[in-house]
């Protein structure tokens, strides 16, 4: 075997952690796709050296964490105002890169008419949407993007439309609005998908600083915990059950 | 020279922001403070200082505005009315939870629900006992007239960047739509980025730079023994604020053997309330909390050595009166009279008031 000295030479780099990743151990459950794009947020901000220009705002959700996993100046808010409060951020400070990372239950549930009137507006910002169907953070409950038939623990026969509604198709409502000049829904469950997430956010991030307009990136994605089936699975039943209703790709690209 | 206007009381806290170098300003239309933006829009700051000015979708949104532009180091503000700053108590309890500045003004209509458009001063329970969850305290200043509108402006910013705590300015319908004499202040800049981080920049999300630790603005903690030690900080900030941050006016009071207790709009009733109760030969003077948090008690305290009641004058079912009560202690009589339902107290009402229920009464 080559001498550990050997291997952790320079020249034989090929990948290391985010600078803009903190050392905390991740809150995170295995298999959560929280990590994944908090590795792509990182990356981005990283490779166009905007540490020190961006502003992001996480709120309640699991990711209400971010601040601990981020290296740059982050603001918790509360439940489903995240776009409100980039809204001040982005015209109190229109030199730096502000995005919002929200969860479904917060950006497609009790956050509604900020996410709506701030993409209307067409804040200069970055919208990260991490869709999992489900209230991750308070213990699995049904959110608005749950599916028809989906078990959780509010909607524990599978959701079922008479009672609670359709599932939410957001995404779809924000790319109607002028204000937006970019809306994607993408995944991270296979190395590909990983690839064009990434891509994605770069270029959301690129919008900011050519001050285009919001850039909102929906994330599909998998909550082991919530669902109960380990993170193979999880991705299992994501494709099976999650990307035909949310199917991946651009909606909008001006 | 001394720059003097008739103005509106909403108007001046528009003029006032500017000239003080408020940053920013998000709010939302109610009754009776909607002139404070319909001004803000005719001025048209941002192409005279920068100012940022924004009709938010709601007042929830417009408080979480001012959550975001506190946080990096800005002067914001909001107003509303009553029922507008029931919506933005979450926000509020963040922004205090945060240890985030700012000035909220509540232009205080009659409640409870959607309630009246008329005056009201039924938000005293909401300005200064909380309002929003969790243990917090606002400052809570209460102008008497639109000099004081244009005035605690200014005072409001500086006590909450002193404190990092937010600030109330309670004023009510009167003092909102009711014009007069002021005279406005002279233009201080903008702070530019620069001085933010000067002053700001050791806590405030302004851009993590190399020379220090990203900033996080977060009112969450999860360890229960730090969040106590966090509750046990903000207690001894508002001891501070309670010790130096008193401020009260008194009015005939040396001789006085009856006192009139009221902040706002009801100070300015009972002033002509004293004239007409002293040409009866009944010396009554004026105490007006100007900060009702943090609450006068000491100087009510040391008027008990020479009065032997108190009337409290609110547009409200009580309210104040219980502070009135806990600071005099069952020493003398204190009593409540008030209007409600946007209904104005006439001096004559409050002059009849003080002798049935105080002076007859006793």
């Known amino acids: 075997m080559a001498d550990i000295n050997e291997i952790i030479k320079e020249e034989n780099l090929v990948y290391s952690k985010s600078k803009i990743l903190t050392d905390n151990i991740m809150s995170y459950c295995p298999g959560c796709t929280h990590g994944v794009v908090h590795k792509l947020v990182a990356e981005v901000i990283e490779e166009m050296n905007i540490q020190e220009k961006t502003i992001g705002v996480c709120p309640v959700g699991c990711s209400v964490l971010a601040y601990k996993f981020l290296n740059i100046d982050i603001q918790q808010a509360s439940h489903g105002r995240a776009p409100a409060v980039a809204t001040a951020v982005a015209r109190l400070k229109p030199d730096k890169y502000v995005f919002t990372y929200q969860g479904d239950g917060d950006l497609a549930s009790i956050g509604t008419g900020e996410i709506i009137h701030a993409c209307n507006r067409g804040e200069n910002i970055v919208v990260i949407f991490i869709n999992n169907g489900i209230y991750g953070m308070t213990g699995g409950q049904m959110a608005p993007t749950s599916l028809i038939g989906m078990p959780t623990s509010t909607s524990p026969y599978g959701r079922d439309a008479k009672l609670a509604g359709n599932p939410l198709k957001i995404t779809e409502l924000i790319a109607q609005l002028p204000g937006t000049t970019f809306v994607t829904r993408q995944a991270a469950h296979t190395p590909a998908a990983v690839r064009k997430c990434k891509k994605a956010i770069l270029k959301a991030f690129e919008n900011v600083g050519n001050k285009k307009g919001t850039s909102f990136i929906e994330v599909v994605s998998t909550c082991s915990s919530g669902w109960k089936l380990s993170p193979v699975k999880s991705n299992e039943w994501m494709v099976e059950h999650m990307l035909p209703f949310y199917q991946l790709g651009d909606l909008k690209d001006e | ?362």
Not at chain 2, 84 to 92: A, D, N, T, V, Y
Not at chain 2, 130 to 143: F, Q, S
Not at chain 2, 221 to 230: G, P, V
Request: contains cysteine; neutral net charge; hydrophobic residues 40%.
């Open chain 2, 1 to 362: 020279m001394a720059d003097y206007r008739l103005m509106k009381g909403n108007e001046v806290i528009a003029e006032a922001a500017i000239r003080y170098g408020c940053d920013g300003y998000f709010g939302y239309p109610i009754t009776p403070q909607s002139e404070i933006m319909e001004t803000l829009m005719v001025r048209k700051p941002w192409e005279e200082t920068g100012m940022v000015v924004l009709q938010a979708e709601s007042e929830i949104a417009a408080i979480n505005m001012v959550y975001g532009g506190a946080a990096c180091g800005k002067k914001v503000m909001t107003s509303s009315s009553s029922p507008g700053i029931s919506l933005k108590q979450e926000g509020i309890s963040y922004i205090a939870g945060a240890e985030l500045p700012c000035v909220i003004v509540n232009v205080v209509r009659g409640g409870p629900g959607l309630g009246t458009i008329q005056p009201g001063q039924s938000d005293y329970f909401q300005a200064v006992k909380g309002g929003g969850h969790g243990d917090y305290r606002l400052i809570v200043i209460a102008p008497a007239s639109v000099q004081e509108m244009n005035d605690f402006v200014g005072l409001g910013f500086d006590l909450a960047f002193k404190y990092r705590n937010p600030v109330m300015i309670l004023s009510d319908g009167v003092i909102g739509q009711m014009m007069e004499k002021v005279q406005l202040g002279e233009f201080k800049p903008r702070w530019t980025d620069e001085e933010i981080i000067k002053m700001n920049g050791s806590w405030a999300t302004t851009g993590k730079t190399s020379d220090r630790e990203r900033n996080i603005i977060t009112s969450l903690e999860l360890d229960s023994s730090r969040q106590e030690k966090f509750n046990h900080k903000l207690i001894e900030k508002y001891k501070t604020i309670s010790e130096k941050e008193v401020r009260f006016e008194k009015i005939a009071c040396d001789d006085a053997e009856y006192l009139f207790i009221a902040y706002g709009s009801s100070s300015r009733i009972c002033q002509k309330a004293i004239e007409i109760a002293r040409e009866k030969g009944i010396k009554v003077g004026l105490l007006r909390p100007i900060t009702l948090f943090p609450f006068p008690t000491k100087q009510i305290q040391a008027m008990l050595k020479q009065v032997k009641g108190i009337l409290t004058v609110e547009m409200s079912a009580g309210q104040m009166i219980e502070d009135v009560r806990l600071a005099v202690e069952g020493k003398v009589p204190v009593e409540h009279f008030g209007r409600l339902g946007g209904m104005i107290p006439s001096p004559n009402e409050a002059v009849q008031a003080l002798e049935d229920q105080i002076i007859k009464g006793k």
